[in-house]
């Protein structure tokens, strides 16, 4: 069955510090991948795709395809990082939907 | 519009009662999605329009789901009769390609009394 595993339900680190994220994914063939971030009171947004290979906020993930995993990265911890991360898979056929993960919540902390 | 809307914000119904959750994409936005979120859980898939067609409904939790989108654009989730465990909050989503991502609403938080 198609799966996407948040392993860490809370995250906490000391501003300045790395942070990892962890996501791993059970899907066969080439799943399109999606980092989501949810500040508090505001709206689910997109933070990376895979496909694209960027970075946005200092973030980075890459997609380890022998581990089945895509873990969020950022080498320097900012206060304003405290969010909840979703990361989500699909396929882009005709089934459109992802599948998410159950979110790890960020604390980073002064 | 410049993003996705949703109304109402806040809706608090009562046990038996009927509601609708409307949603307003992004124009141009052939794909739109609901999904379910409950407290502590990541959101789960409800249904999925391409323009007006409904292509997939299998998330849809039981027959007092029904969500239309008759002219492409609008949508509207209906829940008849809820039920104390429908309360959650409902989001929506569009999107021009999966490839590109999804935009979402603000969601609609459903309680059901």
């Known amino acids: 069955a198609q799966r996407v595993t948040q392993p860490e339900k809370l995250l906490s680190v000391f501003k300045g510090a790395p942070v990892e994220l962890k996501c791993n994914y059970s899907?066969?063939?080439?799943?399109?991948l999606f980092w989501y971030v949810q500040y508090s009171r505001q709206r689910l947004q997109l933070l990376l795709r895979h496909i694209s290979r960027e970075s946005i906020k200092g973030f980075t993930a890459d997609l380890n395809k022998g581990e089945t995993s895509f873990h969020l990265k950022k080498p320097f911890a900012q206060e304003e990082d405290s969010a909840m991360y979703y990361c989500?898979?699909?396929?882009?056929?005709?089934?459109?939907?992802?599948?998410w993960g159950l979110g790890t919540s960020l604390a980073v902390n002064p | 519009g410049a993003g996705v809307s949703q109304s109402p914000r806040y809706k608090v119904a009562k046990r038996g009662q009927d509601v609708a959750l409307r949603c307003d994409p992004i124009s141009g936005h052939v794909s739109l999605f609901w999904y379910q979120q409950a407290l502590g859980q990541g959101p789960e898939f409800l249904t999925y329009?391409?323009?007006?067609?409904?292509?997939?409904k299998s998330g849809l939790p039981s027959d007092r789901f029904f969500a239309e989108r008759p002219e492409g654009s609008v949508s509207t989730l209906k829940i008849q009769r809820t039920q104390q465990e429908d309360s959650a909050v409902y989001l929506c989503a569009s999107s021009l390609a999966l490839i590109r991502g999804y935009t979402f609403g603000s969601g609609t938080r459903l309680t059901v009394v």
């Open positions: 989500a898979g699909g396929y882009a056929g005709n089934n459109r939907k992802l599948i």
């Open positions: 899907y066969s063939g080439s799943p399109e």
């Open positions: 329009f391409q323009n007006e067609a409904q292509l997939d």
